[in-house]
């Protein structure tokens, strides 16, 4: 922090990034060189072949040039490792010494030239041991050099030659641009960043069609992606750093506290509900859910028996199947779902594995077993899902009995009213209950279809009162307040443990960019040592890292040369800057709150945090709400505990073991209905 400035332009990379891959090419270099001193020793004056003079030569010229290379790199550590994050004075050398190691490849790339023209052409007669260490030194050169090459194109700012401006009036003193003037700029620069994630999405889905859809959500999801750091003067390892940072944090906050404290998860439901039932009725309704996702969950769950319970289905097709709608691989599709839910083919409505953005798969049956016209929503399994979900903008969801804004999540919520307008206006719904007209109507799906689920059973809870949906770790930024409280008459949400999803929107990540922005200003240790510690700690665990926390005073006597303030970590002119540098609230909402849906059931692990891979796992559940879902939770399982096999495996737990995982609770949190 902040970014480097080399070649005239910013890079993606700051002045203390070159530690670590300083010092894995300073030590590749050690060996070489070794090698090289140790072959010459022992063949000093015996280089009697055919082109011996030239290799003598060669090889002396090489020692030297590896020798400059090493004191380069050297240098390159000694000086990255100097200061802190928020302190590059010590590193204001940097930019020499990276012109320098630059200039240093030139040499390099005509000595491994010359090495390669001389083993094709007089290399004759020469020892095998004398051969084979020009042809590894001239191999050995080429992976540095393309190395080299892949890491400036990783590390490439597209933005690199706008931020420059600001840099410079920084470094004359010119910290504090007109207002005019800043903000001139940071428009202009997030224009160009809006511009360079377009074309990037336009080249990672060219595959795609171009329609007026997807170039709407290119665009949208465009000025998403390019508005959240672009605010910032901080590079990828700073990002890291700082989740690092807060994991520790988070970890020493969460050990500190009352375990008979229950604030943060406070009953959202009536006492009288029966919170055993519920988890029965999810643990049954989330195999549909986990169904939707058709033949590559089922062999991901299943990998040694998976392929050979689907192999004699895939390529099988029965003559009344045309009566359902197909897709993609709809005989391998229907074959696991029949594995997954047990049922027969005769109680599928209607299936349809048809997928584009804000249209997503779906499949109506009737469930038997308890008694219901059930509707399952597949959840992210494409590119067009991934689509559907970052077109995260809000968007008006009429729904005419609920009182006060009802607006949701605009790639969700057109994903909705697309299975709404299948449902109803195709009669789906209505030949299903002819079928089985006492039956009730159950809405389920997981991550992107517990988001659809919830809405579509918002749409629909008007025409069925006795209408259900179980969305399962749905997305945190769904849908308004007014919403949310209507649907927590018929919408029941699971999240387990620190599920990364149900906590994920816009003011969630802002949140997120600001407790990271005061994790790194706040910190008063080489990003190295950071990275390293944080690397050890989310394999290994151990004890958090002492470091100063966002609660507590930046240590300015510990900077000994603190060029740069906490404001300098954001653009001039962008709200970010205004919202940190205020003595108001720390955020300042720009964009219109999202929640979870319905009410909420949240299963937590017991025990320790960090478990041996096969000891059996212990779940506790009770209800919880939505602002316990406020902040992300860093954690290495942000992710796996979204993973629908995993939620699945939890709430079978909970019901199959009941004996085991009845926990009671303390005086202080009698209220609760803990499972």
Request: net charge negative; glycine share 6%.
């Amino acid at each position: 922090m902040p970014g480097m400035v080399v070649f005239g332009r910013r890079w993606g990379i700051a002045s203390d990034d070159l530690v670590l891959p300083g010092a894995f090419e300073l030590f590749i270099r050690v060996l070489w060189w070794i090698a090289t001193v140790v072959l010459y020793a022992t063949h000093k004056g015996k280089f009697e072949c055919h082109g011996g003079a030239i290799l003598h030569s060669y090889i002396v010229v090489l020692l030297i040039l590896l020798a400059v290379i090493i004191l380069t790199l050297c240098a390159v550590v000694y000086v990255s490792a100097q200061g802190t994050i928020m302190n590059p004075g010590p590193r204001r050398s940097m930019p020499v010494l990276v012109y320098l190691r630059a200039v240093l490849y030139i040499p390099e790339l005509v000595w491994a030239c010359l090495g390669a023209v001389w083993v094709s052409d007089s290399s004759g007669g020469c020892e095998p041991a004398e051969i084979g260490l020009v042809i590894g030194a001239v191999v050995a050169s080429w992976i540095i050099l393309l190395s080299m090459i892949l890491g400036v194109l990783i590390v490439f700012d597209p933005l690199g030659s706008l931020r420059r401006p600001t840099l410079i009036g920084e470094a004359s003193g010119l910290r504090d641009l007109q207002s005019s003037e800043s903000s001139q700029l940071f428009y202009t620069a997030r224009s160009l960043a809006v511009r360079v994630w377009e074309s990037r999405l336009r080249l990672l889905c060219c595959c795609l069609p171009q329609d007026d859809n997807h170039r709407a959500a290119f665009s949208s999801i465009s000025q998403l992606v390019s508005g959240f750091f672009s605010d910032t003067d901080l590079v990828p390892s700073d990002i890291a750093a700082g989740l690092a940072l807060l994991h520790q944090e988070q970890d020493k906050m969460e050990h500190c506290r009352d375990p008979d404290d229950v604030i943060p998860h406070s009953p959202s439901s009536p006492i009288r509900e029966d919170l055993e039932v519920e988890l029965e009725k999810a643990a049954h309704f989330m195999q549909f859910a986990v169904a939707a996702y058709g033949w590559p969950l089922y062999v991901y769950s299943n990998p040694l028996t998976g392929l050979c319970k689907l192999s004699g289905d895939c390529c099988h097709n029965r003559n009344t199947e045309s009566d359902l709608v197909g897709g993609d691989n709809f005989g391998c599709n229907f074959s696991s779902i029949l594995h997954v839910t047990g049922l027969q083919y005769r109680d599928f409505i209607h299936i349809s594995f048809h997928n584009q953005i804000y249209e997503i798969p779906f499949f109506v049956a009737l469930d038997h077993k308890r008694e219901a016209v059930l509707v399952a929503v597949r959840g992210t399994l494409s590119l067009k899902d991934a689509l559907t979900d970052l077109s995260a903008e809000c968007e008006n969801l009429p729904v005419e009995v609920v009182s006060g804004a009802s607006y949701a999540h605009k790639g969700i919520s057109q994903a909705a009213n697309y299975i709404y307008k299948k449902l109803v206006n195709d009669g789906i719904l209505s030949q299903a209950f002819s079928i089985a007209p006492e039956y009730r109507l159950v809405i389920t799906g997981h991550s992107l279809g517990a988001g659809t689920a919830s809405l579509l059973a918002a749409l629909l809870h008007s025409t069925y009162p006795t209408l259900k949906c179980y969305a399962f770790s749905p997305p945190g930024g769904l849908m308004s307040k007014a919403l949310a409280e209507y649907s927590k008459q018929f919408v029941i949400s699971v999240v387990l443990g620190k599920d990364l999803v149900p906590r994920l929107s816009i003011p969630n990540m802002e949140d997120l960019k600001r407790r990271i922005l005061k994790m790194v200003s706040n910190c008063n240790k080489p990003k190295y040592k950071i990275l390293l510690h944080g690397c050890w700690y989310e394999v290994f665990g151990g004890t958090p890292d002492d470091f100063p926390t966002e609660m507590e005073n930046r240590r300015e006597e510990a900077l000994s040369q603190p060029l740069l303030g906490e404001e300098s970590l954001l653009v001039p002119g962008s709200t970010s800057y205004h919202s940190i540098s205020s003595d108001d609230s720390p955020t300042h909402p720009t964009h219109l709150p999202l929640f979870l849906p319905g009410r909420i059931i949240y299963i937590t692990e017991e025990g320790p945090s960090r478990r041996h891979c096969f000891s059996q796992v212990r779940y506790r559940a009770e209800w919880s709400n939505e602002t316990a879902f406020h902040s992300v939770l860093i954690s290495p399982r942000m992710v796996a505990d979204h993973m629908p096999d995993v939620v699945h495996r939890a709430l079978c737990s909970l019901t199959s073991d009941r004996p085991f995982s009845l926990c009671p609770s303390s005086h202080s949190n009698s209220h609760l209905n803990v499972i």
